[in-house]
């Protein structure tokens, strides 16, 4: 027993063992964090300071000079009409989208979860319309949306109705954006919700059928509290990518009418890449990460506190 | 409390083309434990969550205290059921869980406080009715889920392998608070279980079924000492009845079983009753000692210490094995020649087609 016992004041820490190995740092070991590090530092650590550091410039592209310019472009973005509005365009675009892409995708998600052949079939068929590019959505949307010979008039027309010019309106052009987006990626959530309907094991609901719960309210006790988590994904995960609404405006309305439809990122790309005030373009893009982040903290914060009770 | 009977009638339940349970009838008395046993897909589990409302009923009656109840959804059979996992409401208290049920068809709160109060009090489970099923050990959930049947005052309790998440050791106590609540009780109550202790211990009646039909229905002590045919012999008791091919001499009225190497086990099964053909004899490993004077020579295989009493596994001269049990303290050793007696009264014959001929009562 005395043998065994270490003798005092010895650091473990600098024990080297018999074999070679060693308890300790060991900065050989960072390599199998390098390859990642690499690609996260130049693909993500530095555009973001680079774009800080831009929106803080006044650049001439045409030229290739530019000059510090301090907050001037911020203080111009907020005195820009146009820019306000297609901050209000975006957020009006994602209170119209992320709540149907809950209350759809989770409706669709509880029609289809089953497993005969025509839920398969159809998952397939609303899943789908995620697979197509942009271009190709807008192209079928306008062909719905034209007020001459397009599907919606046809049938407006059909009924003895006066057909409606839904993208050269300035009320209706973001709807008809916010309808295309919806009807172009509903899959995602309906699937997202899907795999976590699956994941409710089915004797709860035998334990509520013996308890006597309606399905409304097994629906309300049992299925909407085990898919909490999957609901704050999809939010978040809505919040996120619908605000940076893009193809969709630019293809079907131009942003138009009277700028009734133009997102932020459309304002940055007509900024940087028409205008080439790569600066001021720059200063609207940490904008909409600004608020894309605080969009996000606050619905995850919201969100954690109710899942954590 | 309330108690009442359940009746079966020639019920039937196919899954597609494949028939699950044909044309079963069965009287379960009021107040009776009833145990359901049979090895997986014997139909054990689908005929409760029949009698649940969980599985519809193909064919035939279902009767619970008199009233049909085959066609009623599962919350008006006024029977209670709990789950192999538990199924407790993962996002709910404890207190909430048990509330469930009583809410749903209106109970006042305080008698929702009063019920659930009573039956914590029972289960020992008044510290936990706060926490949230995930915070509790298996054992602990074990007992929610018999509260939440407990609270409904059911007209009989269902439960569906109950035991078989629990560890050994909180199986065996489990298994007498199992018990002793039924004592309390008095309700009708349906266990299903493939495991042949809990059927022995708990039961007042076992339904032994196998391949979709029953094989017996009897006490615990008739299944084990008067088994109806081969497939029960060999499903209850530890270790399973031996078998072995013989030829039978009448003996005054009563069969002499004649084995391989000549040997003769002198039965109390009636001539008389015997059909013709392949006959063989079954008898339990209890009825077979190693004695200096047994009629039955063998050699040791394998020997099982168990503490209390041993089980030696033992080839005869014709080449066939069998178990049979000796002392704790036994001396024998694998490799060793012993020589057997075997108790005759026990024996039993079995029939080629698996059935079962006993000795008189």
């Not at chain 2, 069969?255 to 099964?269: K, P």
Request: aromatic share 8%; net charge neutral.
């Amino acid at each position: 027993m005395t043998d065994a016992t270490l003798s005092p004041g010895k650091a473990v820490a600098a024990v080297k063992r018999p074999t070679g190995a060693s308890i300790g740092p060991r900065w050989s070991n960072a390599l199998f964090v390098a390859p990642y590090m690499v690609f996260y530092v130049v693909l993500l650590v530095y555009p973001l300071f680079k774009g800080i550091w831009m929106s803080m410039l006044e650049s001439d592209m045409f030229d290739d000079t530019s000059k510090f310019a301090g907050l001037a472009n911020y203080y111009r973005l907020f005195n820009d009409k146009i820019f306000i509005g297609t901050v209000w365009n975006t957020v009006l675009f994602v209170l119209m989208t992320v709540p149907v892409f809950v209350a759809i995708g989770l409706l669709l998600a509880l029609a289809l979860n089953r497993s005969d052949r025509t839920s398969a079939t159809l998952r397939a068929i609303f899943f789908g319309t995620s697979v197509l590019s942009v271009t190709i959505v807008t192209i079928i949307w306008k062909m719905m949306y034209m007020p001459g010979n397009g599907a919606i008039a046809s049938l407006m027309r059909l009924l003895g109705l006066e057909p409606i010019a839904f993208i050269t309106t300035a009320s209706l052009a973001l709807p008809a954006v916010a309808i295309t987006t919806i009807w172009w990626i509903i899959g995602l959530p309906m699937m997202l919700f899907l795999a976590a309907l699956q994941q409710i094991p089915g004797e709860l609901y035998e334990a509520a059928a013996l308890d006597n719960a309606s399905r409304w309210r097994s629906f309300w006790s049992i299925t909407l509290p085990s898919i909490r988590r999957t609901m704050l994904v999809v939010v978040i995960y809505e919040i996120v990518a619908q605000f940076q609404l893009f193809g969709q405006a630019q293809l079907l309305t131009q942003g138009g009418p009277n700028n009734a439809s133009r997102p932020i990122v459309l304002f940055i790309y007509e900024q940087g890449f028409r205008s080439w005030n790569l600066g001021y373009a720059a200063a609207a893009s940490e904008i909409l990460f600004l608020i894309m982040a605080v969009a996000a903290l606050a619905q995850f914060f919201a969100s954690r506190k109710r899942v954590e009770e | 409390m309330q108690v009442s009977s359940i009746e079966l009638d020639s019920v039937s339940k196919r899954f597609g083309s494949v028939e699950v349970i044909s044309e079963l009838s069965l009287t379960i008395h009021s107040g009776e434990f009833i145990a359901f046993l049979g090895p997986s897909g014997c139909g054990k589990s689908t005929l409760l969550r029949m009698i649940a409302g969980l599985e519809s009923v193909d064919g035939g009656e279902i009767r619970i205290g008199g009233e049909r109840v085959d066609r009623l959804p599962p919350g008006a059979r006024g029977v209670a059921m709990v789950f192999q996992h538990y199924a407790l409401y993962p996002h709910m208290t404890v207190f909430d869980n048990l509330a469930f049920g009583l809410r749903n068809i209106g109970t006042a709160e305080d008698e929702i406080a009063r019920r659930i109060e009573e039956a914590a009090r029972i289960l020992e489970i008044s510290h936990l009715l706060k926490r949230k099923p995930g915070q509790l050990s298996g054992g602990q959930r074990q007992r929610v889920a018999i509260g939440r049947a407990l609270v409904k005052d059911p007209k009989a309790y269902l439960f569906d392998e109950p035991l078989s998440n629990l560890d050994a050791a909180l199986r065996v106590r489990t298994r007498v608070e199992l018990a002793r609540l039924h004592q309390q009780t008095r309700a009708t109550t349906i266990f299903v279980t493939h495991d042949q202790v809990e059927a022995m211990t708990l039961a007042s009646r076992i339904v032994v079924m196998n391949a979709r039909k029953v094989e017996q229905v009897g006490t615990p002590m008739e299944i084990y000492g008067r088994p109806a045919t081969e497939f029960v012999a060999r499903f209850v008791g530890s270790p399973a009845m031996n078998f072995l091919p013989v030829q039978v001499n009448d003996r005054g009225g009563l069969a002499s079983a004649v084995l391989g190497d000549g040997s003769i086990i002198d039965t109390h099964v009636p001539v008389a009753a015997l059909p013709g053909g392949d006959l063989r004899v079954g008898v339990r490993a209890e009825a077979i000692r190693v004695r200096p004077d047994g009629a039955l020579p063998g050699k040791v295989e394998v020997v099982e210490r168990l503490g209390d009493r041993t089980h030696l596994h033992i080839r005869l001269m014709d080449g066939s094995t069998l178990v049979a049990e000796d002392t704790g303290i036994s001396q024998v050793q694998p490799g060793d020649a012993v020589r057997l007696a075997v108790e005759g009264a026990t024996a039993h014959l079995f029939d080629a087609g698996g059935l079962a001929y006993h000795a008189r009562q």
